[in-house]
């Protein structure tokens, strides 16, 4: 007997609607159990089942959220969607499907570190065997436990990148330094500074685990910090520029990087992270941006907003924004304003790039 001849799906769609809380629970529990043991009849059996897991799964309690988690977690023909949502819920009720889904795969563990914070990223950190790409996107965003996480996955492979910056982390962190030395794929370029960041009990266990000669890199430390050359004072200037160029890094790297964003700071006057955000988000350096705009402000604001898939009917309240704050722009009319628009309708975002690049080097 087939599943359809068992359940009628316009049965289970008013199920899955129902007021009673005890009757979803019971309801998605029952569904999860039972496509947990073989793929049902066919596709269409399989989707529809699917879909009404996916209406349930907002509607139930944690219990139950926590039981359907548990019997997908290891299910090769569970619903994506199905899995994404649970891996997206708390920390408790992800975990299972996060650490053992065979549905998540790179591209969408990928998207699990954009859409989540710490805690999550700290489950997939624990995955078995998860590849480059993976880990290096978890390296990226610096948090010192979802790094001591990584470092422990003794199946997780790393990039000399990733590696590099868990060392450069663990000089505060005790644990992730511990966990370093444990590591038999450690770049081997990198044990100096693991060793310069280790106190002297940990420095004989690398000596010992990695087979090198703690004397010599004792006095090659020694000789690192005698002869280091002390970092010029940066100016006020050069620290809100490095500041900013941070923030928007990251951002990007967490794909929370907008056209929204670029127009709160500009509304908030915070014009070098204005131009920082817009440069990125253009793809051109910020160097690029502001030589273009010297050469020709109205015509390259215009051409780094399309780059940056800014809507056009945005474009004004930019251009006023910054004639506001004093800067030497034409207004959008004549000439000039016809020019500014033929950077929306005659390019592509693309194009707009390279056109912005070329108008830099004009001067």
């Known amino acids: 007997m087939g599943f359809s001849s068992q359940f009628k799906m316009s049965?289970?769609?008013?199920?899955?609607?129902?007021?009673?809380?005890?009757?979803?629970?019971?309801?998605?529990?029952?569904?999860?159990?039972?496509?947990?043991?073989?793929?049902?009849?066919?596709?269409?059996?399989?989707?529809?089942v699917g879909q009404i897991m996916l209406i349930l799964y907002p509607k139930v309690g944690v219990n139950a959220r926590q039981a359907l988690s548990g019997s997908m977690c290891k299910v090769a023909w569970a619903s994506l969607p199905l899995i994404m949502n649970i891996a997206q819920d708390i920390p408790p009720i992800a975990a299972p499907v996060i650490a053992s889904s065979p549905v998540l795969r790179e591209a969408e563990l990928i998207q699990l570190v954009k859409k989540t914070g710490p805690d999550h990223h700290a489950l997939i950190a624990n995955r078995p065997n998860i590849g480059e790409t993976i880990t290096g996107a978890l390296a990226r965003q610096d948090d010192p436990d979802v790094l001591t996480a990584l470092i422990g996955n003794a199946s997780a492979k790393l990039s000399m990148e990733s590696f590099a910056t868990c060392v450069r982390v663990s000089r505060r962190v005790e644990p992730l330094r511990a966990k370093l030395t444990q590591r038999a794929d450690m770049p081997r370029s990198l044990i100096p500074s693991l060793f310069a960041y280790s106190d002297d009990a940990m420095r004989k266990d690398i000596s010992e685990q990695f087979g090198v000669d703690g004397n010599h890199l004792s006095a090659v430390v020694k000789d690192a910090i005698a002869n280091k050359p002390k970092k010029p004072e940066q100016s006020g200037d050069q620290r809100m520029e490095e500041a900013a160029r941070?923030?928007?890094?990251?951002?990007?790297?967490?794909?929370?990087?907008?056209?929204?964003?670029?127009?709160?700071?500009?509304?908030?006057?915070?014009?070098?992270?204005?131009?920082?955000?817009?440069a990125r988000l253009a793809g051109v350096g910020v160097s690029q941006l502001r030589d273009s705009m010297g050469n020709d402000p109205l015509y390259a604001l215009a051409l780094s907003c399309r780059a940056a898939r800014i809507d056009r009917g945005v474009f004004p309240s930019i251009h006023s924004a910054l004639k506001s704050a004093g800067r030497e722009i034409a207004a959008i009319t004549g000439?000039?304003?016809?020019?500014?628009?033929?950077?929306?309708?005659g390019h592509s975002p693309a194009a707009a790039a390279v056109a912005l690049r070329l108008l830099s080097r004009e001067g």
Do not use: W
């Not at 990007?252 to 131009?275: G, M, T």
């Not at 000439?335 to 309708?345: L, Y």
């Open 335 to 345: 000439d000039e304003g016809n020019k500014a628009a033929n950077a929306f309708s």
């Open 246 to 278: 941070r923030l928007i890094e990251k951002l990007a790297q967490s794909d929370r990087l907008s056209p929204a964003f670029i127009i709160k700071s500009l509304n908030d006057k915070k014009f070098v992270l204005f131009e920082y955000a817009l």
């Open 11 to 48: 049965d289970l769609a008013r199920l899955a609607q129902s007021n009673d809380p005890a009757h979803r629970d019971q309801l998605l529990i029952a569904l999860g159990s039972l496509c947990a043991l073989s793929p049902l009849e066919d596709k269409a059996t399989d989707a529809a």
